[in-house]
Nanobody, 127 residues
Framework: QVQVVESGGGLVQAGESLRLSCTAS????????MGWFRQAPGKEREGVAA???????SYADSVKGRFTISKDNAKDTLYLQMNSLKPEDTAMYYC?????????????????????WGKGTLVTISS
């Protein structure tokens, strides 16, 4: 059974950095489009960043220039480097995959929608 597990969340102060990781297990495929999402209390889940099999990336406007998504196919691991963190970045962060063949990135997510989700890792930014 394929699953993805996030790690790296925590409590940091505004202006600091965190790196989230997402490790896949079971059958995995480097052709998947992968993404990071977040959901703050009382708000809808939003796409933060995505990366497709060719390495093309897409980011939400709110994180452009501060967050970087990357992946290491050899390690089946997805990363989200988050710099210059703000209190409004506080949320549960989820890793997800779009396993549709040929999917690409659009507006901080993957074109066909995500069909595999992790359980999330909590990021809290204090002011």
């Amino acid at each position: 059974q394929v699953q993805v597990v996030e790690s790296g969340g925590g409590l940091v102060q505004a202006g600091e950095s965190l790196r989230l990781s997402c490790t896949a297990s079971g059958y995995t495929d480097s052709s998947y489009c992968m993404g990071w999402f977040r959901q703050a209390p009382g708000k809808e889940r939003e796409g933060v960043a995505a990366i497709d099999s060719d390495g093309s990336t897409s980011y939400a406007d709110s994180v452009k220039g501060r967050f970087t998504i990357s992946k290491d196919n050899a390690k089946d691991t997805l990363y989200l480097q988050m710099n210059s963190l703000k209190p409004e970045d506080t949320a549960m962060y989820y890793c997800a995959a779009d396993r549709t063949l040929g999917s690409t990135v659009v507006a901080g997510t993957c074109y066909y929608g995500m069909d595999l989700w992790g359980k999330g890792t909590l990021v809290t930014i204090s002011s």
